[in-house]
Protein backbone atom coordinates (compact mmCIF):
# COMPACT_ATOMS: atom_id res chain seq x y z
CA UNK A 1 0.00 0.00 0.00
CA UNK A 2 1.05 3.44 -1.20
CA UNK A 3 0.50 6.59 0.97
CA UNK A 4 -2.44 7.70 -1.37
CA UNK A 5 -3.85 3.90 -0.99
CA UNK A 6 -3.76 3.94 2.81
CA UNK A 7 -5.58 7.71 2.60
CA UNK A 8 -8.31 6.53 0.56
CA UNK A 9 -8.99 3.93 3.21
CA UNK A 10 -8.20 6.36 5.91
CA UNK A 11 -11.53 8.43 4.06
CA UNK A 12 -13.88 5.73 3.91
CA UNK A 13 -14.14 5.62 7.76
CA UNK A 14 -16.76 8.11 8.60
CA UNK A 15 -15.18 9.06 11.77
CA UNK A 16 -17.50 12.18 12.80
CA UNK A 17 -16.46 13.29 16.47
CA UNK A 18 -15.90 11.57 18.62
CA UNK A 19 -15.99 8.53 16.88
CA UNK A 20 -13.37 6.98 14.91
CA UNK A 21 -15.85 4.39 13.43
CA UNK A 22 -12.51 1.66 13.55
CA UNK A 23 -9.58 3.66 12.12
CA UNK A 24 -7.84 3.57 14.61
CA UNK A 25 -7.72 -0.02 14.74
CA UNK A 26 -6.84 -0.15 11.53
CA UNK A 27 -4.15 2.26 11.77
CA UNK A 28 -2.68 -0.21 14.67
CA UNK A 29 -3.09 -3.27 12.88
CA UNK A 30 -0.97 -1.35 9.92
CA UNK A 31 1.95 -0.34 12.45
CA UNK A 32 1.98 -4.12 13.50
CA UNK A 33 5.15 -3.64 14.65
CA UNK A 34 4.90 -0.71 16.45
CA UNK A 35 3.51 -0.93 20.67
CA UNK A 36 0.13 0.17 21.24
CA UNK A 37 -1.57 2.10 24.22
CA UNK A 38 -5.05 3.47 24.19
CA UNK A 39 -6.00 6.10 27.06
CA UNK A 40 -9.42 6.59 25.99
CA UNK A 41 -12.45 8.64 28.03
CA UNK A 42 -15.87 9.72 27.82
CA UNK A 43 -16.12 7.87 24.72
CA UNK A 44 -12.88 9.29 23.10
CA UNK A 45 -9.95 7.19 21.47
CA UNK A 46 -7.10 8.18 22.28
CA UNK A 47 -3.99 6.18 20.21
CA UNK A 48 -0.41 6.12 20.59
CA UNK A 49 2.16 3.86 18.35
CA UNK A 50 5.56 3.93 19.43
CA UNK A 51 8.84 2.26 18.69
CA UNK A 52 12.22 2.30 19.94
CA UNK A 53 14.89 1.86 17.15
CA UNK A 54 17.46 3.27 19.42
CA UNK A 55 18.71 5.65 22.34
CA UNK A 56 18.27 8.74 21.45
CA UNK A 57 15.76 11.59 20.98
CA UNK A 58 12.29 10.84 20.70
CA UNK A 59 10.09 12.25 17.85
CA UNK A 60 6.30 12.19 17.67
CA UNK A 61 4.15 12.48 15.08
CA UNK A 62 0.39 13.64 15.45
CA UNK A 63 -2.97 14.26 14.67
CA UNK A 64 -6.83 13.17 14.65
CA UNK A 65 -8.47 10.69 12.77
CA UNK A 66 -12.09 12.44 13.43
CA UNK A 67 -14.02 15.08 11.03
CA UNK A 68 -16.85 17.34 11.16
CA UNK A 69 -19.72 16.09 9.55
CA UNK A 70 -20.09 16.26 5.85
CA UNK A 71 -23.01 19.11 5.31
CA UNK A 72 -24.95 20.13 2.20
CA UNK A 73 -23.34 20.76 -1.26
CA UNK A 74 -21.11 18.06 -1.92
CA UNK A 75 -21.27 17.10 -5.60
CA UNK A 76 -20.59 13.25 -4.28
CA UNK A 77 -20.60 10.86 -0.82
CA UNK A 78 -18.45 13.09 1.23
CA UNK A 79 -17.11 9.12 2.74
CA UNK A 80 -16.36 7.94 -0.50
CA UNK A 81 -13.31 9.27 -1.74
CA UNK A 82 -13.46 10.35 -5.53
CA UNK A 83 -10.45 11.47 -7.67
CA UNK A 84 -10.86 13.16 -10.41
CA UNK A 85 -8.36 15.95 -12.25
CA UNK A 86 -5.63 14.56 -9.91
CA UNK A 87 -7.43 15.62 -6.95
CA UNK A 88 -8.99 13.37 -3.94
CA UNK A 89 -12.92 14.79 -2.72
CA UNK A 90 -13.70 13.61 0.45
CA UNK A 91 -14.41 15.01 4.20
CA UNK A 92 -11.22 14.92 6.07
CA UNK A 93 -8.99 15.17 2.56
CA UNK A 94 -7.14 18.47 3.86
CA UNK A 95 -8.36 18.53 7.93
CA UNK A 96 -6.19 16.19 8.54
CA UNK A 97 -6.53 12.68 7.06
CA UNK A 98 -3.93 13.18 4.23
CA UNK A 99 -1.33 14.28 6.95
CA UNK A 100 -2.21 11.13 8.55
CA UNK A 101 -1.67 9.19 6.00
CA UNK A 102 1.74 10.45 5.08
CA UNK A 103 3.02 10.00 8.95
CA UNK A 104 1.24 6.67 8.84
CA UNK A 105 2.74 5.44 5.88
CA UNK A 106 6.35 7.59 6.50
CA UNK A 107 6.50 5.54 10.10
CA UNK A 108 5.74 2.31 8.29
CA UNK A 109 8.33 2.84 5.74
CA UNK A 110 11.09 3.97 8.01
CA UNK A 111 14.17 1.56 8.06
CA UNK A 112 15.87 2.97 10.74
CA UNK A 113 15.76 6.17 13.65
CA UNK A 114 18.51 7.19 15.65
CA UNK A 115 15.61 7.41 18.53
CA UNK A 116 12.32 6.76 19.35
CA UNK A 117 9.64 7.17 16.82
CA UNK A 118 5.63 7.41 17.95
CA UNK A 119 2.00 8.59 16.50
CA UNK A 120 -0.24 10.34 18.54
CA UNK A 121 -3.89 9.91 17.77
CA UNK A 122 -7.31 11.19 18.78
CA UNK A 123 -11.18 10.89 17.94
CA UNK A 124 -11.64 14.43 19.87
CA UNK A 125 -9.93 17.01 18.29
CA UNK A 126 -12.74 18.77 16.33
CA UNK A 127 -14.98 18.97 19.04
CA UNK A 128 -14.13 20.24 22.62
CA UNK A 129 -11.32 18.44 22.73
CA UNK A 130 -11.44 17.70 26.29
CA UNK A 131 -10.64 14.15 26.58
CA UNK A 132 -8.20 14.12 23.56
CA UNK A 133 -5.07 14.48 22.98
CA UNK A 134 -4.75 16.36 26.65
CA UNK A 135 -5.48 13.10 28.34
CA UNK A 136 -2.75 11.10 26.62
CA UNK A 137 -0.40 13.85 27.23
CA UNK A 138 -1.17 13.86 30.94
CA UNK A 139 -0.80 10.20 30.84
CA UNK A 140 2.45 10.13 28.92
CA UNK A 141 3.61 12.76 31.44
CA UNK A 142 2.67 10.25 33.98
CA UNK A 143 4.99 7.33 32.90
CA UNK A 144 7.46 9.45 31.65
CA UNK A 145 6.78 9.10 27.79
CA UNK A 146 6.19 12.39 26.86
CA UNK A 147 8.15 13.07 23.34
CA UNK A 148 11.04 15.48 22.92
CA UNK A 149 9.80 16.90 19.78
CA UNK A 150 6.36 16.39 17.47
CA UNK A 151 5.00 17.07 14.33
CA UNK A 152 1.11 17.77 14.06
CA UNK A 153 0.17 17.23 10.52
CA UNK A 154 -2.51 19.84 10.39
CA UNK A 155 -3.25 21.55 7.18
CA UNK A 156 -0.74 24.87 6.68
CA UNK A 157 0.44 25.61 3.40
CA UNK A 158 -1.51 29.17 2.36
CA UNK A 159 -0.90 28.81 -1.55
CA UNK A 160 1.16 26.65 -2.79
CA UNK A 161 2.58 23.13 -0.88
CA UNK A 162 5.79 24.22 1.08
CA UNK A 163 4.98 27.82 2.42
CA UNK A 164 4.38 27.70 5.53
CA UNK A 165 4.46 25.40 8.99
CA UNK A 166 3.18 26.97 12.36
CA UNK A 167 5.91 26.99 15.31
CA UNK A 168 3.45 28.24 17.31
CA UNK A 169 0.18 29.50 17.48
CA UNK A 170 -1.91 32.47 19.99
CA UNK A 171 -4.09 32.21 22.39
CA UNK A 172 -7.99 32.99 23.08
CA UNK A 173 -9.45 34.86 25.15
CA UNK A 174 -13.28 35.33 25.49
CA UNK A 175 -14.92 38.22 27.94
CA UNK A 176 -18.56 38.75 28.72
CA UNK A 177 -18.49 42.09 30.03
CA UNK A 178 -21.99 43.49 31.09
CA UNK A 179 -22.56 47.47 31.98
CA UNK A 180 -25.10 48.71 34.18
CA UNK A 181 -27.16 51.69 34.23
CA UNK A 182 -30.80 52.55 34.79
CA UNK A 183 -33.57 51.80 32.41
CA UNK A 184 -36.18 55.09 31.85
CA UNK A 185 -38.16 57.30 29.19
CA UNK A 186 -36.41 58.17 26.41
CA UNK A 187 -38.35 62.14 26.94
CA UNK A 188 -36.54 62.16 30.63
CA UNK A 189 -32.76 61.10 30.16
CA UNK A 190 -32.01 63.34 33.15
CA UNK A 191 -34.08 60.55 35.49
CA UNK A 192 -32.46 57.36 33.65
CA UNK A 193 -28.36 56.05 33.24
CA UNK A 194 -27.99 54.75 29.90
CA UNK A 195 -25.59 52.21 29.37
CA UNK A 196 -25.22 52.87 25.50
CA UNK A 197 -23.95 56.48 26.33
CA UNK A 198 -21.99 55.79 28.90
CA UNK A 199 -19.75 52.84 26.31
CA UNK A 200 -19.80 55.51 23.69
CA UNK A 201 -17.09 57.28 24.48
CA UNK A 202 -15.14 54.24 25.85
CA UNK A 203 -15.01 51.95 22.31
CA UNK A 204 -12.22 53.62 20.72
CA UNK A 205 -10.23 52.81 23.67
CA UNK A 206 -11.21 48.80 23.13
CA UNK A 207 -12.26 48.44 19.87
CA UNK A 208 -9.18 46.88 17.77
CA UNK A 209 -7.06 48.51 20.23
CA UNK A 210 -3.89 46.41 20.33
CA UNK A 211 -2.87 45.40 24.08
CA UNK A 212 0.90 44.67 22.89
CA UNK A 213 3.20 45.26 20.41
CA UNK A 214 3.44 41.86 19.09
CA UNK A 215 7.16 40.51 18.22
CA UNK A 216 9.19 38.34 15.66
CA UNK A 217 6.56 35.35 16.12
CA UNK A 218 3.33 37.15 16.67
CA UNK A 219 1.18 39.87 15.47
CA UNK A 220 0.05 42.09 18.48
CA UNK A 221 -2.61 40.93 20.46
CA UNK A 222 -5.58 42.99 19.41
CA UNK A 223 -9.17 43.42 21.33
CA UNK A 224 -12.03 42.26 18.87
CA UNK A 225 -15.51 43.49 19.63
CA UNK A 226 -17.99 40.16 18.84
CA UNK A 227 -21.36 41.97 19.95
CA UNK A 228 -23.10 44.85 21.81
CA UNK A 229 -26.28 44.92 22.32
CA UNK A 230 -29.28 46.91 24.88
CA UNK A 231 -32.74 47.73 25.40
CA UNK A 232 -35.72 46.20 24.04
CA UNK A 233 -35.68 47.30 20.72
CA UNK A 234 -38.15 50.22 21.20
CA UNK A 235 -37.98 53.85 21.05
CA UNK A 236 -38.97 55.53 23.87
CA UNK A 237 -37.58 53.66 26.37
CA UNK A 238 -33.65 53.50 27.34
CA UNK A 239 -31.92 50.21 28.35
CA UNK A 240 -30.74 49.69 32.34
CA UNK A 241 -27.99 47.27 31.30
CA UNK A 242 -25.76 46.57 27.93
CA UNK A 243 -23.82 43.23 26.98
CA UNK A 244 -20.82 43.35 25.41
CA UNK A 245 -18.84 40.30 24.28
CA UNK A 246 -15.18 40.22 23.12
CA UNK A 247 -12.10 37.91 22.04
CA UNK A 248 -8.66 38.61 22.08
CA UNK A 249 -6.10 36.10 19.90
CA UNK A 250 -3.58 36.90 22.67
CA UNK A 251 0.11 36.21 21.71
CA UNK A 252 2.84 35.48 24.77
CA UNK A 253 2.99 39.18 25.74
CA UNK A 254 -0.62 39.69 26.97
CA UNK A 255 -2.19 37.85 29.51
CA UNK A 256 -6.06 37.69 30.90
CA UNK A 257 -5.04 39.57 33.98
CA UNK A 258 -3.65 42.05 31.29
CA UNK A 259 -6.89 42.17 29.18
CA UNK A 260 -8.72 42.84 33.13
CA UNK A 261 -6.40 45.82 33.89
CA UNK A 262 -7.48 47.47 30.58
CA UNK A 263 -11.02 47.16 30.63
CA UNK A 264 -10.67 48.26 34.59
CA UNK A 265 -8.71 51.24 33.47
CA UNK A 266 -11.41 51.83 30.96
CA UNK A 267 -14.09 51.83 32.35
CA UNK A 268 -12.95 52.80 35.92
CA UNK A 269 -16.24 54.75 37.37
CA UNK A 270 -18.66 52.66 35.93
CA UNK A 271 -20.90 50.01 37.13
CA UNK A 272 -19.61 47.43 35.47
CA UNK A 273 -19.25 43.16 35.55
CA UNK A 274 -16.44 41.28 33.29
CA UNK A 275 -16.21 37.18 33.18
CA UNK A 276 -13.16 36.15 31.03
CA UNK A 277 -12.60 32.76 29.66
CA UNK A 278 -9.78 31.11 28.13
CA UNK A 279 -9.73 28.12 25.75
CA UNK A 280 -6.33 28.16 24.45
CA UNK A 281 -3.14 29.50 25.65
CA UNK A 282 -0.27 30.81 23.26
CA UNK A 283 2.68 28.81 22.93
CA UNK A 284 6.35 29.31 20.46
CA UNK A 285 9.17 26.87 19.40
CA UNK A 286 12.11 28.68 18.85
CA UNK A 287 13.31 29.24 15.62
CA UNK A 288 16.23 26.83 16.17
CA UNK A 289 14.89 23.86 17.20
CA UNK A 290 16.04 20.53 16.16
CA UNK A 291 12.20 20.05 14.77
CA UNK A 292 11.96 23.82 13.34
CA UNK A 293 15.56 23.26 11.16
CA UNK A 294 14.80 20.11 10.01
CA UNK A 295 11.55 20.37 9.08
CA UNK A 296 12.31 23.24 7.25
CA UNK A 297 14.93 21.46 5.46
CA UNK A 298 13.13 18.86 4.70
CA UNK A 299 10.20 20.90 2.52
CA UNK A 300 13.08 22.77 1.21
CA UNK A 301 14.82 19.59 -0.16
CA UNK A 302 11.36 18.28 -1.71
CA UNK A 303 10.01 21.73 -2.88
CA UNK A 304 12.91 23.68 -3.67
CA UNK A 305 10.84 26.57 -1.07
CA UNK A 306 11.99 28.23 1.55
CA UNK A 307 9.04 28.29 4.12
CA UNK A 308 7.67 30.65 6.33
CA UNK A 309 7.68 29.69 10.34
CA UNK A 310 3.99 31.12 11.13
CA UNK A 311 2.02 31.35 14.03
CA UNK A 312 -1.20 32.50 12.23
CA UNK A 313 -4.94 30.64 12.09
CA UNK A 314 -6.76 29.57 15.07
CA UNK A 315 -6.51 26.54 17.55
CA UNK A 316 -5.10 23.18 16.96
CA UNK A 317 -3.51 20.21 19.21
CA UNK A 318 -0.26 21.53 19.01
CA UNK A 319 -1.46 23.85 22.25
CA UNK A 320 -1.44 20.88 24.16
CA UNK A 321 2.02 19.65 23.31
CA UNK A 322 2.93 23.67 24.15
CA UNK A 323 1.83 22.93 27.42
CA UNK A 324 3.45 19.99 28.21
CA UNK A 325 6.98 21.71 27.11
CA UNK A 326 7.43 19.94 23.84
CA UNK A 327 8.62 21.41 20.65
CA UNK A 328 5.81 21.47 18.37
CA UNK A 329 5.53 22.57 15.35
CA UNK A 330 2.41 21.74 12.41
CA UNK A 331 2.63 20.98 8.57
CA UNK A 332 0.41 19.54 6.04
CA UNK A 333 -1.35 20.48 2.85
CA UNK A 334 -3.05 23.32 1.46
CA UNK A 335 -5.64 24.81 3.50
CA UNK A 336 -8.48 26.13 1.48
CA UNK A 337 -11.41 23.67 1.80
CA UNK A 338 -11.47 22.55 4.88
CA UNK A 339 -15.13 22.11 6.49
CA UNK A 340 -16.46 22.87 3.21
CA UNK A 341 -18.61 21.38 1.03
CA UNK A 342 -16.06 19.13 -1.72
CA UNK A 343 -13.05 19.44 0.79
CA UNK A 344 -10.39 18.13 -1.61
CA UNK A 345 -6.52 18.12 -1.77
CA UNK A 346 -4.28 17.06 -4.67
CA UNK A 347 -2.53 13.20 -4.77
CA UNK A 348 0.67 15.28 -5.84
CA UNK A 349 0.31 17.33 -1.69
CA UNK A 350 -0.29 14.18 -0.20
CA UNK A 351 2.48 12.46 -2.28
CA UNK A 352 4.88 15.53 -1.19
CA UNK A 353 4.01 15.54 2.48
CA UNK A 354 5.25 11.74 2.58
CA UNK A 355 8.63 12.45 1.23
CA UNK A 356 8.90 15.74 3.44
CA UNK A 357 7.99 13.17 6.68
CA UNK A 358 10.16 10.82 5.17
CA UNK A 359 13.13 13.02 4.65
CA UNK A 360 12.49 14.72 8.10
CA UNK A 361 13.05 11.56 9.65
CA UNK A 362 15.74 9.59 7.87
CA UNK A 363 17.76 13.09 8.67
CA UNK A 364 16.47 14.25 11.55
CA UNK A 365 19.70 13.36 13.90
CA UNK A 366 21.85 15.44 11.44
CA UNK A 367 20.40 18.66 12.83
CA UNK A 368 22.41 19.98 15.89
CA UNK A 369 20.77 22.39 18.34
Known amino acids: MNVVDLLLKLLSFESLTPDDAGSLKFIEEYLDDYKAMYVNKEGVKNLMLSKKFADGPHLCFAGHVDVVPAGHGWETNAFVPVIKEGKIYARGTQDMKSGVAAFVQACKDIEHFEGTLS ?7 EGDAKYGTVVMLEHLKNIDFLPDYCIVAEPTCETTFGDAIKIGRRGSINGYLTLNGKQGHAAYPEKAINPVHQIAPVLDKIAGVNLDNGDNDFAPSQMVITDIRAGMEVTNVTPGSLKMMFNVRNSTKTTQEDVRLHIAKCFDG ?41 TAGGTSDARFMG ?24 IKEVEDLYAVFKDTVKYFNEIKE
Not at 119 to 125: C, Q
Not at 275 to 304: A, H, N, W
Not at 333 to 338: C, F, G, M, R
Open 119 to 125: VLLTSDE
Open 270 to 310: LDYSLELTQGSYPFVTTRDSKVVKKLSSSIKSITGIETKLS
Open 323 to 346: AFGIDVVEFGVINDTIHAPNERTS
